[in-house]
T-cell receptor, first 113, second 110 residues
Framework: DAEITQSPRHKITETGRQVTLACHQT?????MFWYRQDLGHGLRLIHY???????NKGEVSDGYSVSRSNTEDLPLTLESAASSQTSVYFC????????????FGAGSRLTVL | GQSLEQPSEVTAVEGAIVQINCTYQ??????LSWYQQHDGGAPTFLSY????GLEETGRFSSFLSRSDSYGYLLLQELQMKDSASYFC???????????FGAGTRLTVKP
């Protein structure tokens, strides 16, 4: 069965360190997204991609970067982690047509100390 | 810019009907979606409206009025397992990203 997987599921890191969260999907979806979820803010879009070599900034992109070298993967990198980036991160993918239904990964909980 | 407003909390009893409203301000509005998220879980797709009117999927229905920039999710015959957070989300003509509201936490009581 097709799936979307995130790793690691839990990570604790220190301020200033570089962190990469992985997202891998086997749906063969063109569109991939990264959201962060914080209490009271719902899901906020960080970056998204419509296909290989395409990346776009979302509403809260500062301090984050992504790259899309193939269809299956969209890793999210925090260049220098900050305590404000402590959050739950969700990766999602979609076919991109019609209702644009998002399929979410299980999430990665990141704690920056 | 975009904004979505939905109530932060709703409480209802088992077997009842509950309506969760969502108002939006979005340039190039294309459609309104609803997602459910249980505590500790990932959001899952429930329903989608691009045209005015009611869409029914089992116990859940979703309504859209484009002229009023308003929609709602209707949950009937509430069950304890419906206790979760519900998010409305808008998509636009301009691109394929999706922006979410802050979510409504539904508590179903016996």
């Amino acid at each position: 069965d097709a799936e979307i997987t995130q790793s690691p599921r839990h990570k604790i890191t220190e301020t200033g360190r570089q962190v990469t969260l992985a997202c891998h999907q086997t749906w063969n979806h063109n569109n991939m997204f990264w959201y962060r979820q914080d209490l009271g803010h719902g899901l906020r879009l960080i970056h998204y991609s419509y296909g290989v070599q395409d990346t776009n900034k979302g509403e809260v992109s500062d301090g984050y970067s992504v790259s899309r070298s193939n269809t299956e993967d969209l890793p999210l990198t925090l260049e220098s982690a900050a305590s404000s980036q402590t959050s739950v991160y969700f990766c999602a993918s979609s076919e991109g047509s019609g209702a644009n239904v998002l399929t979410f990964g299980a999430g990665s909980r990141l704690t920056v100390l | 810019g975009q904004s979505l407003e939905q109530p932060s909390e709703v409480t209802a009893v088992e077997g009842a009907i509950v309506q969760i409203n969502c108002t939006y301000q979005t340039s190039g509005f294309y459609g309104l979606s609803w997602y459910q998220q249980h505590d500790g879980g990932a959001p899952t797709f429930l329903s989608y409206n691009a045209l005015d009117g009611l869409e029914e999927t089992g116990r859940f229905s979703s309504f859209l009025s484009r002229s009023d920039s308003y929609g709602y999710l209707l949950l009937q015959e509430l069950q304890m397992k419906d206790s979760a957070s519900y998010f409305c989300a808008v998509s636009t003509y301009n691109n394929n990203d999706m922006r979410f509201g802050a979510g409504t936490r539904l508590t179903v009581k016996p």
